[in-house]
């Protein structure tokens, strides 16, 4: 397989940049996902497919996303492909979520 979820081992990205005393976590919403993320791992899907669903991200969007932000495409993929929500309840959240409205 050659995508954007292998460019460890290619040449030519520049360093990577490393934290002095990075934390765990740098959002509140990461640790979320984190634990999102787990409990499906433990109850839905196994991690290999959590693991391939965020290897299907569009490359564009996979380079430029965080770390955590694969995990969250990741899980909200597979929450719908298995049919525990529909995106347009995921669609309705994030509106109820949303800042200001």
């Known amino acids: 397989m050659n995508g954007p979820h292998d460019m460890g081992g290619m040449h030519g990205m520049g360093p990577i940049p490393i934290e002095p005393d990075e934390p765990v976590f740098h959002a509140e919403w990461e640790a979320k996902v984190f634990a999102m ?11 290999d497919e959590t693991r391939h ?27 719908t492909e298995h049919n525990l929500v529909t995106p347009a309840e995921i669609e309705q959240r994030i509106a109820e979520l949303a800042p200001g409205e």
């Open 37 to 47: 993320s787990f409990a499906t791992f433990c109850n839905f899907f196994p991690v």
């Open 53 to 79: 669903a965020s290897e299907r991200m569009p490359p564009g969007d996979y380079l430029s996303s965080a770390y955590y932000e694969r995990w969250l495409y990741a899980l909200e993929r597979l929450i």
